[in-house]
Antibody, heavy 121, light 111 residues
């Protein structure tokens, strides 16, 4: 069965950096696009970033563009999110989610349990 | 990229039907049949309930159905049950540079 396990969350000071990982299993990771989605405490879902199955295309929300970088290692079945210049408003649970296709038009069909990122001094 | 518009809350009694709307533009909901709906219980990860406007993944109850008219998609829950009480989010592919957009979420309460 599909499993997505996020890690790397924690407490970081404003302006700091953090790298999240998402270990995938139960499907052919290299054939599917992958997303990061976040949810601030008590708020709704906010899409963050997407990477195509082969890494050839990446898309970002305007709120993180230039600060966050999505990447993947298909040999390790792992998705990453490098977060730099973190702000208080980046505080959220970060979920990785699998796309139903290799492309951005696919739906988010499986979600991980999330990892909490807290940006605070 | 603006979020898709959903009502903040919808409620119904057990056994009733409710409908949640999701309004976008011709660049997202109206332009593509790539609308999905996700259910989220408190403290849990979201779960896909409907994809490509009206398709149900394996294992999702047929009490859940989706449709679209113009720039507005809808999720209908029939035979409302206590376990349906949750937050529901729509999402859509968009032609904007971001490619994906979510709705603000709707809290469903079973009275």
């Amino acid at each position: 069965q599909v499993q997505l396990v996020e890690s790397g969350g924690g407490v970081v000071q404003p302006g700091g950096s953090l790298r999240l990982s998402c270990a995938a299993s139960g499907f052919t990771f290299s054939s599917y696009g992958m997303h990061w989605v976040r949810q601030a405490p008590g708020k709704g879902l906010e899409w963050v970033a997407f990477m195509r199955y082969d890494g050839s295309y990446k898309y970002y929300a305007d709120s993180v563009k230039g600060r966050f970088t999505i990447s993947r290692d298909n040999s390790k079945n792992t998705l990453y999110l490098q977060m730099n210049s973190l702000r208080a408003e980046d505080t959220a649970v970060y979920y990785c989610a699998k796309s139903s296709t290799g492309y951005s038009s696919g739906c988010l069909d499986y979600w991980g349990q999330g990892t909490l990122v807290t940006v605070s001094s | 990229q603006s979020a898709l518009t959903q009502p903040a809350s919808v409620s119904g009694s057990p056994g009733q039907s409710i409908t949640i709307s999701c309004t976008g533009t011709s660049s997202d909901v109206g332009g593509y049949n790539y609308v999905s709906w996700h259910q989220q219980h408190p403290g849990k990860a979201p779960k896909l309930m409907i994809y490509e406007v009206s398709n149900r993944p394996s294992g999702v109850s047929n009490r859940f159905s989706g449709s679209k008219s113009g720039n507005t998609a809808s999720l209908t829950i029939s035979g409302l049950q206590a376990e349906d009480e949750a937050d529901y989010y729509c999402s859509s592919y968009t032609s904007s540079s971001t490619r994906v957009v979510f709705g603000g979420g709707t809290k469903v309460t079973v009275l």
